[in-house]
């Protein structure tokens, strides 16, 4: 089995600064792309920045220059930096990987649970 944790959403005001992380578990023999979604209510989830096991980051347009995302490759971890948040990025983000289990698996994508990031004075 394999998780994915998420952690450090919350409530911040506009201009506002939020680390949010995400820790994958269980049978993780190696993993390619990491990244983050977000899905505001009554929108369809969307990519906000991915990171690709080479090192090429890409991110949505109206996160660049604000967010940042980074990998901790032997904690398997990664992480989002939110700075300059906006109300628009009021939404639940979740953490998203591929993953496989063993050398002989292919890789298979898994979701974390989500966590709520309102921003709002």
């Known amino acids: 089995q394999v998780q994915l944790v998420e952690s450090g959403g919350g409530l911040v005001q506009p201009g506002g600064s939020l680390r949010l992380s995400c820790a994958a578990s269980?049978?993780?023999?190696?993993?390619?792309?990491m990244g983050w979604y977000r899905q505001a209510p009554g929108k369809q989830r969307e990519l906000v920045a991915t990171?690709?096991?080479?090192?090429?980051?890409i991110y949505d347009d109206s996160v660049k220059g604000r967010f940042t995302i980074s990998r901790a490759n032997a904690k398997k971890m990664v992480y989002l930096q939110m700075n300059s948040l906006k109300p628009e990025d009021t939404a639940v983000y979740y953490c998203?990987?591929?993953?496989?289990?063993?050398?002989?698996?292919?890789?298979?994508?898994?979701w974390g649970q989500g966590t709520q990031v309102t921003v709002s004075s």
């Open positions: 269980g049978r993780v023999f190696s993993i390619n792309d």
């Open positions: 998203n990987a591929g993953i496989r289990s063993s050398l002989m698996n292919p890789f298979y994508t898994f």
């Open positions: 990171a690709i096991s080479g090192g090429t980051t």
